[in-house]
């Protein structure tokens, strides 16, 4: 005799699905599950950077492959690491406006920087000792870039050598700087930038809480007791010491990467010896871009180092209207931290940003996949970028503006 199907009630549907993680918060709060948990399955296991679906999905893949030390160092933030969380959670403050009746039957993500034009306003910021995340380091992200004609910033950190970053690149790199508190180190290494084709100096303003205290790394190097010697002097991450970037150098009286000096007299001085574009990167007030733009600042990068060195809970997106309106235009305003989709992106164009920088995704990316999941990132980037350019009917950036956006309600 054939059994009578039940039908669907909620007590059943819970019942069964008890098992799995994802439904609790649902079942305890007493509400149906949202269509996305409902129809949820056990993925099967991701092989291939071309089966990941959006960005944060790369984040466990990364944990999973990385020592704990490793992955920690790249999610860190200082103290309960809230501004980490809060540079990616204050994009939901901001509701994107869909426009009807626009032609879309070209879209066009092309942007012109520095009298560059980029294929897309994306580009990838720099993270330092990337071979801590992959065999290949910086240049699979500096190939990734290349395959994907996306502008690439070099760190002062990296674990490759310039020229080498160069090459896998093939075109003009911007280098980050960390002015150390040794000017002739500091003069040696903007030589050696110039000297490789860096197009722009990217002075980084943001790391003054040095030598930082990042809770969560700190609690993953007790777990993870293995003893580095690769990179590290007495298992401190001294990159002036190991790293290659400062290979020749004297770096016999560097103590920091992060001088307590770096004032407007500083940037004066600097301003005098950078040849090619400076950029000016950890502004986040419209007071200090006011003042990086009348001491020489060609751009602006408004950034909190991704919440690793600050918890002021004040998230890149929020700060980037205030710094725009200080810049009138004059210079473009870049921003990073807390990119994760192409509304993301979006968002930040119709605030004011030039274009936009991710890390720690592309480094996701790199510790999964190497070269390949640097070039997914940016695939599904673009890719969403481009879907909420149609949704909002802006085929072009130019149609983006700041009528694209609302802030939420609180």
């Known amino acids: 005799m054939r059994r009578r199907r039940q039908p669907l009630t909620r007590r059943s549907f819970l019942g069964g699905a008890a ?27 991701i092989t291939s950077a071309d089966q990941v679906i959006d960005v944060m999905d790369f984040e466990p893949l990364a944990r999973a492959a ?7 160092f790249l999610a860190t933030g200082v103290d309960d690491d809230r501004t980490v969380a809060r540079n990616h959670e204050a994009f939901a403050h901001y509701e994107i406006r869909a426009r009807r009746f626009a032609n879309l039957r070209h879209i066009d993500t ?39 004609a996306t ?48 197009s722009a100096i990217a002075l980084t303003v943001d790391l003054r809480n ?24 007495n298992n401190t991450h001294d990159m002036w010491r190991r790293g290659p970037v400062f290979a020749g150098l004297d770096v016999s009286h560097v103590t920091t990467l992060a001088p307590s000096d770096i004032t407007l007299e500083f940037l004066d001085r600097l301003r005098a010896q950078v040849k090619s574009r400076l950029i000016i990167k950890g502004i986040v007030t419209g007071e200090d871009a ?4 009348e001491h020489g600042a060609d751009g602006i990068v408004v950034s909190n180092h991704g919440g690793r060195d600050e918890e002021t809970l004040r998230a890149s997106i929020d700060c980037l209207p ?65 879907a909420i350019m149609r949704q909002a009917g802006t085929p072009t950036l130019a149609d983006i503006t700041g009528a694209s956006v609302v802030r939420a309600a609180a």
């Not at 910021?125 to 801590?132: I, P, Q």
Request: charged share 20%.
């Open 19 to 45: 098992a799995l993680p994802a439904f609790w918060s649902w079942a305890l709060a007493d509400e149906t599950p949202p269509p996305s948990v409902l129809y949820r399955r056990a993925p099967p296991p």
């Open 66 to 72: 990385l020592p704990p030390a490793h992955f920690a």
């Open 110 to 148: 092309s942007r012109k920087v520095f009298g560059t034009t980029w294929a897309s306003p994306l580009y990838v910021s720099c993270v330092s000792s990337e071979r801590a995340f992959h065999p290949e380091g910086e240049l699979a992200v500096a190939r990734a870039c290349r395959s994907r």
């Open 151 to 198: 502008q690439f910033m070099f760190c002062t950190g990296s674990s490759v050598s310039l020229p080498e970053c160069a090459a896998a690149h093939g075109a003009p790199l911007w280098h980050q700087l960390y002015a150390t508190d040794d000017w002739t180190v500091t003069l040696g290494l903007l030589r050696r930038a110039e000297t490789a084709g860096c």
């Open 210 to 233: 040095y030598p930082r205290y990042n809770g969560t790394l700190v609690r993953a190097m007790r777990e993870d007791s293995r003893q580095c010697t690769d990179c590290h002097v």
């Open 290 to 293: 006011a003042l990086a733009l």
């Open 322 to 386: 205030e710094v725009v309106a200080a810049v009138r235009g004059r210079i473009p305003v870049f921003v990073d931290g807390g990119i994760r989709r192409g509304t993301d992106i979006f968002k930040a164009l119709a605030l004011g940003a030039t274009a936009v920088g991710i890390g720690r995704p592309q480094a996701w990316g790199l510790a999964a996949f190497g070269q390949s999941g640097v070039e997914a990132v940016l695939d599904i980037l673009n890719r969403e970028l481009v």
